[in-house]
């Protein structure tokens, strides 16, 4: 009566029926304990004459994403976040910080502490007699969850590191015929004629800054609230650190006449 337990060793000259067989990680066949070290390809592998195996170059190793890791690996794995390809060590988002897991957990911290200062002024405000006629201010909104916000949703280079980029509503101008307002993030080390060139280049506005006699079609860059021009040679990182920029706040691209003029 074959009851199906156990294996018969592949030894052809064995054949012996073992209920705790060994399985070769080598040829991947059963064998019993006798011949768990005592068959053809472990004999040869001992012997020497097992074919040479693979030379593996130095091209053929995959080099960690994370700046910090030196490890090269055969393989390597690719975080289901921000699509970027790690060693076995640093594969999961939180062994090398994953930049979307961040943002995402900012900007949940972020709403649910609105939702908490939402909750905390109803409470408050139910225990009071509020004048029916009285006009509300419209509410600020709060620059950290606007930065949170654009943080993912914003148009730039994806090549600016996070930790570098500044972010803006943009106004195109009027003869784009584009009302919206677009976020868009650079450089902090980008001078504003820089940042003029790409919104151009993005957004294909004729851009005549660099040529000669042309000043009635000159481009710039302003702060759409103080409707003041923002110096072309400036970097943002100077600006905002002279209080004369803020992080998130809007700024308008218009030809100098039309701005000039309040067409």
């Not at 076995?88 to 979307?100: A, F, I, M, V």
Request: charged share 30%; glycine share 2%; hydrophobic share 30%.
């Amino acid at each position: 009566m074959d009851l199906a337990i156990g294996k018969h060793c592949s030894n052809s000259d064995c054949k012996q029926l073992d209920f705790l067989p060994f399985r070769c990680n080598k040829c991947e066949l059963f064998y019993c304990q006798d011949h768990r070290f005592r068959h053809k390809c472990r004999e040869e592998e001992l012997t020497g004459n097992s074919p040479p195996k693979k030379k593996i170059l130095d091209s053929d190793l995959k080099e960690c994403f994370l700046s910090e890791c030196n490890v090269k690996e055969l393989f390597y794995s690719t975080c289901s976040q921000c699509s970027r390809n790690f060693c076995l060590r640093h594969r999961h988002p939180t062994d090398h910080n994953c930049e979307s897991v961040q943002i995402k957990q900012n900007f949940q911290q972020a709403k649910s502490n609105e939702i908490k200062d939402l909750i905390s002024e109803k409470l408050s405000s139910s225990t009071k007699i509020e004048n029916s006629n009285k006009i509300k201010k419209p509410k600020k909104v709060n620059p950290a969850i606007e930065l949170t916000r654009m943080k993912l949703h914003a148009m730039g280079d994806k090549g600016i590191p996070v930790e570098s980029r500044v972010y803006f509503q943009v106004h195109l101008p009027l003869e784009s015929n584009n009302k919206q307002i677009f976020k868009m993030f650079f450089h902090k080390d980008w001078t504003v004629g820089r940042t003029i060139d790409k919104i151009c280049l993005l957004n294909k506005i004729e851009n005549v800054n660099n040529k000669m006699n042309l000043e009635e079609k000159k481009i710039s860059l302003y702060d759409t609230e103080k409707k003041l021009i923002i110096d072309t040679s400036k970097t943002w990182q100077d600006l905002i650190s002279s209080n004369l920029i803020t992080n998130t706040q809007q700024i308008t691209l218009e030809r100098d006449i039309a701005f000039a003029s309040g067409t």
